[in-house]
């Protein structure tokens, strides 16, 4: 596998239910990110990691919860979610945080929320 | 003050044509201004980038012109092929925070 990769690619779950999805880059990079894609809208950043620690949490219900192991991994985990929480979630990594990074995505995991 | 307006929404451009998509911003403090790529299916990607020091730089068919005065920045195919048909998205990013703020995208649609 190279670049971002992630799992599952469809998902789709009751509000009941708990979920994770999972990132994982190959790319040797410290910093992660989770974004929400949805329609006609702009990309919005979640969550930012970088060297396992989180640096950003742009204003996330708690109802998503990430976690990152280490420096290749990144999860999202799901619990009670709504419908309008369906949307593309994309994974990203880069080199650092210092800016001026490009950031690589992964093909996102497509969540329908019933 | 931290939005990127992106437009069109969506373009549609015969081959061979040039593709067009503008951007504007209001923080002066952004300082670095990609623009990404998407093809259906798949994650953005990187496609070509600034920074507010120059007004133009150009890879192959693709040109982003900067207007650092009028805050503004745009996206210009030229030669368009119906492999660019993609949604683009501009961005913006304040130094060193690596966190981008994105535009809304732009479907463009390069019909043969």
């Known amino acids: 596998e190279t670049g971002v990769t992630q799992t599952p690619r469809h998902l789709v779950m009751g509000m009941t239910n708990k979920k994770s999805l999972k990132c994982e880059q190959h790319l040797g990079h410290n910093a992660m990110y989770w974004y929400k894609q949805s329609a006609k809208k702009p990309l919005e950043l979640m969550f930012v990691y970088n060297f396992k620690e989180q640096t950003e949490n742009n204003s996330v219900p708690s109802r998503f919860s990430p976690e990152c192991p280490n420096s290749s991994h990144l999860f999202l985990h799901l619990h009670t979610l709504q419908p309008e929480d369906s949307a593309l979630y994309l994974c990203?990594?880069?080199?650092?945080?210092?800016?001026?990074?490009?950031?690589?995505f992964g093909p996102g995991t497509r969540l329908l929320v019933l | 003050q931290q939005q990127v307006k992106q437009s069109p929404q969506s373009l549609i451009v015969q081959k061979g044509g040039i593709s067009i998509i503008n951007c504007a911003y209001e923080n002066t403090a952004f300082d670095y201004f990609p623009w990404y790529q998407q093809f259906p299916g798949k994650g953005p990607a990187l496609l070509i980038a600034?920074?507010?020091?120059?007004s133009e730089k150009k890879e192959g068919r693709f040109t982003i012109s900067f207007n650092k005065s009028a805050k503004q920045f745009s996206l210009h195919i030229m030669d368009s092929q119906p492999g660019d048909s993609a949604t683009y998205f501009c961005a913006a990013e304040t130094g060193g925070y690596n966190k981008l703020i994105f535009g809304a995208g732009t479907r463009l649609a390069v019909h043969p």
């Open positions: 600034i920074r507010p020091d120059v």
């Open positions: 990203a990594s880069s080199q650092g945080t210092g800016g001026l990074e490009t950031q690589y």
